[in-house]
T-cell receptor
Framework: GEDVEQSLFLSVREGDSSVINCTYT??????LYWYKQEPGAGLQLLTY?????DMKQDQRLTVLLNKKDKHLSLRIADTQTGDSAIYFC???????????FGSGTRLSIRP | GAGVSQSPSNKVTEKGKDVELRCDPI?????LYWYRQSLGQGLEFLIY????????KSGLPSDRFSAERTGGSVSTLTIQRTQQEDSAVYLC??????????????FGEGSRLTVL
């Protein structure tokens, strides 16, 4: 199967951490990605992780990969109003294969 | 250089008509994707072109949908006999693909199709 699943909504308080979760079904995935879609804007790559890694940190972003459970998460520390967006998880099986996206998680920030 | 360009940005058509959506990828990008994003929905994979290989058409929802990529560059997505459920934003993306490539997708602004 090629399903990538995410919860549809997440609401967090400004300044707290946000954790967005994703599960995928294909154990042969090589790259896993997080894309961000801001209101009225196109999708842009936020970060990615290669399948032989467990964790990747980039400033306020931490990506965790659990290959055994086929679970990927994105943690955003000190969430700001500018982080309001839809976050898409995506996977790629090999360097020559298609990229499959999840349904997206809409992150909203409350004061 | 320019990013991924899609046209038209908006298309309103009547049920039963055919439509063509165009994508001009970033120069030199060998991979080209079409996705569909319906209101409140995620990104639905439609078709993937990689170099001179046969396209992966596994995401096309019916035989009313087809796509071609001429000369390894511009792509056209054609929807025949449009139905109301075809209403969506059609997104095109391109990337540098191949071994060692992260495969980052660069998306166009999309073509919003409304079928009345």
């Amino acid at each position: 199967g090629e399903d990538v699943e995410q919860s549809l909504f997440l609401s967090v308080r400004e300044g707290d951490s946000s954790v967005i979760n994703c599960t995928y079904t294909d154990s042969s995935s090589t790259y896993l990605y997080w894309y961000k879609q801001e209101p009225g804007a196109g999708l842009q790559l936020l970060t990615y992780i290669f399948s032989n890694m467990d964790m990747k940190q980039d400033q306020r972003l931490t990506v965790l990969l659990n290959k055994k459970d086929k679970h990927l998460s994105l943690r955003i520390a000190d969430t700001q109003t500018g982080d309001s967006a839809i976050y898409f998880c995506a996977e790629r099986h090999s360097s020559a294969s298609k990229i499959i996206f999840g349904s997206g998680t809409r992150l909203s920030i409350r004061p | 250089g320019a990013g991924v360009s899609q046209s038209p940005s908006n298309k309103v058509t009547e049920k039963g008509k055919d439509v063509e959506l165009r994508c001009d990828p970033i120069s030199g990008h060998t991979a080209l994707y079409w996705y569909r994003q319906s209101l409140g929905q995620g990104l639905e994979f439609l078709i993937y072109f990689q170099g001179n290989s046969a396209p992966d058409k596994s995401g096309l929802p019916s035989d009313r949908f087809s796509a071609e990529r001429t000369g390894g560059s511009v792509s056209t997505l054609t929807i025949q006999r449009t139905q109301q459920e075809d209403s969506a934003v059609y997104l095109c993306a391109s990337s540098l693909a191949g071994t060692g490539s992260v495969g980052e997708l660069f998306f166009g602004e999309g073509s919003r199709l409304t079928v009345l």
